[in-house]
């Protein structure tokens, strides 16, 4: 058997879109409309992620997500209304490893379960990689340098803490309150605005033009996200 997603979607017309959009790169895909056979699939199937969308008629889907978690660490991806960054905040802090924002094109997709597939490969191998590079930038996280353009770059500890969680979960969405407990270890919303402060300071060592970032990507209302490529 090939590699079985699950798209869990009320919507007809989008369920055989993402389903459609999966096909055409060879992935196999099974279907469920509601969070009753959602969960009964996710419970008997090998399935490789799951597509959840966030407004099903039976179950909230972050109740969902919560449920799957505690037994399974299989990637989902949530899909959402586009004036819906609360429950998308709240779907990621509760195990969703990212989200798409109706209405999405196949490229977007694509993306998103490319990256997804990535981490969860890299979480099953023995040895993460220990140099990281995404376009001009270079983290080698043995040595604990990083370059730009092959120049040396300093950061703080703490700058240096921040800037290697972003890029080991590199593609994937990081919301604030996961920034915050990795590297603060704890979590406040009104820690929010200094983690902002913090993030402008990494963006001047890195970025070219900090208005405009290349590599640490503003997710609005949400959190960061680290450039794929
Ligand atoms: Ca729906």
Same mark, same amino acid.
């Given at each position: 058997?090939?590699?079985?997603?699950?798209?869990?979607?009320?919507?007809?017309?989008?369920?055989?879109?993402?389903?459609?959009?999966?096909?055409?790169? !060879?992935?196999?895909?099974?279907? *469920?409309?509601?969070?009753?056979?959602?969960?009964? +699939?996710? /419970?008997?199937?090998?399935?490789?992620?799951? @597509? +959840?969308? =966030?407004?099903?008629?039976?179950?909230?889907?972050?109740?969902?997500?919560?449920?799957?978690?505690?037994?399974?660490?299989?990637?989902?991806?949530?899909?959402?209304?586009?004036?819906?960054?609360? &429950? $998308?905040? &709240?779907?990621?802090?509760? %195990?969703?490893?990212?989200? =798409?924002?109706?209405?999405?094109?196949?490229?977007?997709?694509? *993306?998103?379960?490319?990256?997804? +597939?990535? #981490?969860?490969?890299?979480?099953?191998? !023995?040895?993460?990689?220990?140099?990281?590079?995404?376009?001009?930038?270079?983290?080698?996280?043995? $040595? #604990?340098?990083? /370059?730009?353009?092959?120049?040396?770059? #300093?950061? /703080?500890?703490?700058?240096?803490?921040?800037?290697? =969680? =972003?890029?080991?979960?590199?593609?994937?969405?990081?919301? #604030?309150?996961?920034?915050?407990?990795?590297?603060? %270890?704890?979590?406040?919303?009104? !820690?929010?605005?200094?983690?902002?402060?913090?993030?402008?300071?990494?963006?001047?060592?890195?970025? $070219?033009?900090?208005?405009?970032?290349?590599?640490?990507? /503003? &997710?609005?209302? @949400? %959190?960061?996200?680290?450039?794929? !490529?």
């Amino acid at each position: 058997m090939g590699i079985l997603f699950l798209i869990v979607e009320d919507d007809r017309k989008i369920r055989k879109f993402i389903n459609f959009s999966l096909r055409s790169q !060879e992935y196999d895909c099974i279907e *469920a409309a509601t969070g009753k056979e959602a969960m009964r +699939l996710i /419970t008997t199937q090998n399935l490789v992620a799951i @597509i +959840l969308d =966030l407004g099903l008629p039976d179950m909230d889907g972050v109740e969902l997500i919560k449920q799957v978690r505690e037994f399974s660490d299989i990637p989902i991806v949530v899909v959402s209304a586009r004036d819906q960054d609360n &429950e $998308k905040v &709240e779907a990621l802090d509760a %195990g969703a490893d990212d989200y =798409l924002t109706k209405p999405f094109s196949i490229k977007e997709l694509l *993306a998103r379960i490319r990256v997804v +597939l990535r #981490h969860s490969n890299d979480n099953k191998k !023995e040895d993460a990689p220990v140099v990281y590079r995404v376009a001009d930038l270079e983290v080698d996280l043995e $040595k #604990h340098k990083v /370059t730009l353009e092959g120049k040396d770059i #300093h950061f /703080t500890p703490m700058e240096y803490n921040v800037l290697t =969680l =972003l890029i080991k979960n590199s593609g994937k969405v990081l919301t #604030h309150k996961y920034i915050l407990k990795e590297v603060w %270890g704890t979590y406040l919303d009104s !820690e929010i605005q200094s983690m902002r402060v913090f993030m402008a300071s990494i963006r001047r060592k890195l970025e $070219k033009n900090p208005a405009k970032p290349r590599y640490i990507l /503003t &997710e609005v209302g @949400i %959190g960061y996200r680290f450039a794929d !490529e």
